[in-house]
Structure formats: structure tokens, C-alpha cells
């Protein structure tokens, strides 16, 4: 007899105890993955923001190690940008062979496009000896915080005169 008393004074778990945690532990994972999903443009936004301001780093880095100016040329049309020599010439691609062209059409950044520029004709020169912001005629520079591009109409990718420091801002 004492053993029969022994199992109904331990305390556990009722089957709708069980039931009711695990619905609420579903609730939860579902609306954790609907918010991932949602998040991927933003993500995707952010990773494109980034990749932006890296390569205009790489091309004033370029300018300046090189002794030879770099131009950064928007084509907002075509979802794209590209890094090339002054005359024309495209630098090559460091993450391997071809050219410099960096499209947001690709599956990476779906979603992502170029939606405004501050540039007159989408072109950014960088000059040596320091890596200094011009327009596209190479002689007038920059005057004021220009946006280089504006992403979704949500991030942009500025740049300083004269010191040429690239950064990004949430419109």
C-alpha cells in the first residue's frame, strides 16, 4: 500500500499539460520563421550597401597606390556599376577573372536595385595622390555629401568631399 501512495503523491506532467506547451512552442517557431522571411530583403539590402561601399573603398584605394584615376560608373538602368582606368579601360575583377561589374539583378541581391544617384551622369572619379571625389569631367570636385547611390529608396552609400570617406546612411 505504501508504494500505491508513493505514485499518486509525485508530481508530473498531464498529457494536456504536454499538449498545450508543445502548440505554444509551434506557435512560436512559426512566427519565428515568418519573421526570417521577411528579413531576407533587409539582409540582402544591407549586404548590398556593403558591397557598394567596399568596392568604391577598393577604387579609391586603387587610385591612390596606382597613381592612375578610377572611375566608378552607375548604370542605374541595367541594375549595375562598374570600376574602370580613367580612360575607359575596365579594372579586372579581384574576386576573379573579367571585368569589374557589380550587378544587383544577380540571386544574391534580389530584390536590391538602384533607385537614385546624386551624381549628374552617374560617374565618380577617384584622383590620386589621395584618393580624392571628383564628377565626371575629372576636374570639378565634389563640393558637398553626395550619394553616390540610393538603394530601394531605403540605404545610401555617401561620400565626403575632399577626404573621400565612404559611408553609409539609412534614408
Not at 2 to 30: D, Y
Not at 36 to 43: M, V, Y
Not at 62 to 72: L, R
Not at 134 to 148: I, W
Request: proline residues 4%.
Amino acid at each position: 500500500m505504501t508504494n500505491f501512495r508513493r505514485l499518486f503523491n509525485q508530481r508530473g506532467f498531464s498529457l494536456v499539460e504536454l499538449i498545450v506547451t508543445i502548440v505554444i512552442i509551434g506557435i512560436l517557431a512559426s512566427v519565428a520563421v515568418v519573421n526570417f522571411g521577411s528579413n531576407d530583403i533587409t539582409t540582402k539590402l544591407a549586404a548590398a550597401a556593403k558591397k557598394a561601399r567596399s568596392d568604391l573603398q577598393y577604387a579609391q584605394d586603387m587610385a591612390i597606390s596606382s597613381a592612375n584615376a578610377v572611375k566608378v560608373v552607375l548604370e542605374q538602368q541595367n541594375n549595375q556599376y562598374a570600376l574602370q582606368w580613367e580612360d575607359g579601360t575596365p579594372l579586372p575583377n579581384i574576386m576573379g577573372g573579367g571585368n569589374f561589374v557589380v550587378s544587383f539583378n544577380s540571386a544574391n541581391f534580389s530584390g536590391v536595385s538602384i533607385t537614385d544617384t546624386d551624381l549628374p551622369d552617374g560617374i565618380l572619379v577617384f584622383k590620386p595622390p589621395y584618393g580624392s571625389p571628383y564628377y565626371s569631367d575629372g576636374v570639378t570636385e565634389l563640393e558637398s555629401v553626395e550619394r553616390v547611390l540610393v538603394l530601394n529608396d531605403q540605404k545610401s552609400v555617401k561620400i565626403t568631399p575632399s577626404t573621400g570617406r565612404i559611408f553609409i546612411d539609412d534614408e
